[in-house]
Structures are given as structure tokens and as C-alpha cells.
């Protein structure tokens, strides 16, 4: 890792209390100074989160993005491409069809992306609807438009001029 050297100025109290911490834990003033400022900045992206997230959202905004359940959402979309005929059990179709439920009601979604999701909830119920033991009938809508998610999932995360403007954990 290549590293770099920042010169700042300190108070003579400061520096004193620094040789001090450095004596009592045998350790270089350099490497308290770095953990020290490594600390603040996790702390200050923590604390400030809402700075860095888009105009108009909370964290409680991007809560469902940083869910288990949206990450598997969109994994799911993408084996369906891959995989159309994998099998699911109806209690997997039932926490998609809510969580889609969920998305429909959600502020950073848009309407072109409601409409994707809204093929796949359609077809989840009505695979649903005919449920008779195994999930084998679910026909993923031809009609999905993956570009637009992946336009979407993009936009999510980067403004028109590719700064990250949403930071997930």
C-alpha cells in the first residue's frame, strides 16, 4: 500500500500528550496519529451518512437497499435470466411478492422500474394462484427489460456525472 505524509501543526499540550500515549503504549506517535484520524473519518462518514446520501432521502430511505431481502431480490432477477426453470418453494414467492409490495411504495424506485417489478409480482401471484405442490409454472415475463434495472440499479448509486452519490455498506 502506498502511503503518503501529511505535515500539520499541533499544540505544544497536544504533543506532549502524544509522546506521552506513545511512551505508555510503545507505539509511534505516527501510527496513534493515523489510527486517530482513520477513527474520525469512519466515525464523521457514520455520524454525517445523510450528507452523502441523494437530496431528499434519510437513512431510513435506504434502509430497504441495504436489506438481505433486496440484495436477494436482485440476485434472483438476474439467475431467473440465467436459469428460468430453478424451482422455488411458495414461502420464497411470498417474501418476493412483499418485498415487491414494499418497493411500490418506496420513494427511490420510478415508475420505469415499478413497471419491471410489477411484471415479476404479477407473475409471482399468479404462479401462486396455481400453485399445486411445486413452483414449476413461474414464467419470468419476457418482457423484463434488464438493462432498465441495471440503468436503474446504477442511478441508484452515481449521479449523471459517475460520483458516487449513495454509499451502501
Known amino acids: 500500500m502506498k502511503t503518503s505524509i501529511i505535515n500539520t501543526r499541533i499544540s505544544s499540550s497536544l504533543k506532549e500528550e502524544l509522546e506521552i500515549l506513545s511512551q505508555f503504549l510503545s507505539t509511534p506517535i505516527s501510527n496513534i496519529v493515523r489510527e486517530a484520524i482513520e477513527n474520525h473519518l469512519i466515525n464523521s462518514i457514520d455520524n454525517h451518512k445523510n450528507d452523502f446520501i441523494v437530496e431528499g432521502l434519510n437513512s431510513n430511505d435506504i434502509q430497504l437497499l441495504e436489506s438481505l431481502g433486496f440484495t436477494e431480490l436482485i440476485f434472483w432477477l438476474y439467475d431467473k435470466k440465467r436459469d428460468p426453470q430453478i424451482c422455488e418453494i411458495a414461502e420464497f414467492y411470498e417474501f418476493l411478492i412483499k418485498l415487491i409490495e414494499e418497493i411500490n411504495q418506496h420513494p427511490l424506485f420510478t415508475d420505469e422500474i415499478l413497471i419491471e ?29 434488464y438493462l432498465k434495472l441495471s440503468d436503474f440499479l446504477h442511478a441508484l448509486r452515481y449521479d449523471d456525472e459517475n460520483n458516487k452519490v449513495i454509499h451502501i455498506k
Open 117 to 145: 417489478l410489477n411484471k415479476v409480482l404479477f407473475e409471482l401471484n399468479h404462479t401462486l394462484d396455481e400453485w399445486s405442490g411445486l413452483l414449476s409454472g413461474f414464467k419470468f415475463p419476457e418482457s423484463f427489460d
